[in-house]
Nanobody, 126 residues
Framework: QVQLVESGGGLVQAGGSLRLSCVAS????????MGWFRQAPGTEREFVAA????????YLADSVKGRFTISRDNAKNTVYLQMNSLKPEDTARYYC???????????????????WGQGTQVTVPP
């Protein structure tokens, strides 16, 4: 079992920045990748970014490329999502996930992660 705790969300004006953090605990040796997903009211959970735990290969949704960066600190069991140039359409609850997705396609699919945090709200007013 892996426990995940997110932090760093908040209210920010369009064009601003936020950095989300996700700390993993428990059976962290079982993690092959961690990801960030987001969900706005009335929508499905969508992929934002993912990173492999050992090598640090990163994946980003097209909608956030050039604005968001995912990184990790293995010593701290922490994954970060740096979000720049935020837009109103980035407003959502952001969830951290951990699991054993084995391929690039799997790493972008929410169903391939079996541990989830409670989420942190990001709000960018119009």
């Amino acid at each position: 079992q892996v426990q995940l705790v997110e932090s760093g969300g908040g209210l920010v004006q369009a064009g601003g920045s936020l950095r989300l953090s996700c700390v993993a605990s428990g059976r962290t040796f079982s993690i092959s990748a961690m990801g960030w997903f987001r969900q706005a009211p009335g929508t499905e959970r969508e992929f934002v970014a993912a990173i492999t735990w050992s090598i640090g290969t990163t994946y980003l949704a097209d909608s956030v490329k050039g604005r968001f960066t995912i990184s990790r600190d293995n010593a701290k069991n922490t994954v970060y999502l740096q979000m720049n140039s935020l837009k109103p359409e980035d407003t959502a609850r952001y969830y951290c996930a951990a699991g054993l997705p084995m391929s690039p396609a799997q790493r972008m699919g929410a169903r391939n992660y079996d541990s989830w945090g409670q989420g942190t709200q990001v709000t960018v007013p119009p």
